[in-house]
């Protein structure tokens, strides 16, 4: 499936092509059904926590690196928002289109 995000922000779209084309969600690691571990692109070795929070009464990924602290987009919690697609749908994300 190609990935066509139509209520997300420009920025949102932008992390998410950004762990796309790491291939990042291939390194999601599953602590629980609400809590997610991703590797540093910059710092191997290093691992985020992204947790699924709820926001306005929307779910929300909260990631812990300086971006996501930010309460910025970043490529961890895109890489999440991927990872629980491909579960939830049981396909592969072939595409995201930048926007
Ligand atoms: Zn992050």
Known sequence: MTLVPPSLE?????????AFS????AEVRPV?????????IREP???YDVALT???GREHLA??????VADMP????????????????GGSV??????
């Open 10 to 18: 420009a920025r949102q779209r932008r992390a998410l092509a950004r």
């Open 22 to 25: 790491w291939g990042l969600q």
């Open 74 to 89: 970043c490529a961890h919690a895109a890489a999440v928002w991927l990872w629980r697609t491909e579960q939830m749908t």
């Open 54 to 56: 709820t926001r306005d």
């Open 94 to 99: 072939i595409g995201v289109r930048p926007g």
């Open 32 to 40: 629980d059904r609400r809590h997610w571990r991703v590797p540093s």
């Open 63 to 68: 990631c812990s690196c300086p971006a996501g």
């Open 45 to 47: 070795g290093l691992l």
